[in-house]
């Protein structure tokens, strides 16, 4: 097996055992919003970026990680509607 298929099979086995790790078919919207998450779970992760947080805000640790834990549902907010081109066409027909 040459390098460039064994990199091509590392690549396939690591974007199907984690869900972060992106496809070919993956959308603007939900790369970012593993990205946010990704950064927000780093951030609750590390008690230094809370305290950071906490200071800058004045807020409680506890109360930023909430605010934080609750920003990870929906970061990027609600996924933009796709427009079907197929649909289109058939109303148009109608």
């Known amino acids: 097996m040459s390098e460039r298929e064994s990199l091509n099979s590392q690549l396939e086995h690591l974007q ?5 790790t992106g ?7 939900e790369w970012l919003t593993n990205q946010h998450r990704d950064s927000l ?10 305290s950071l ?9 506890g109360r930023v990680r909430y605010n934080t834990l609750t920003k990870m549902i929906s970061p990027c907010g609600p996924a933009p509607k ?3 081109n ?3 066409k058939e109303e148009k027909n109608d």
């Open 82 to 84: 796709i427009k079907d």
């Open 53 to 61: 947080f906490s200071i800058a805000e004045n807020e409680s640790v």
């Open 41 to 50: 779970s780093s951030f609750i992760g590390h008690s230094s970026f809370l």
């Open 16 to 20: 199907m055992r984690y869900v972060g």
């Open 23 to 29: 496809h070919a078919d993956i959308s603007k919207h």
């Open 86 to 88: 197929t649909m289109d």
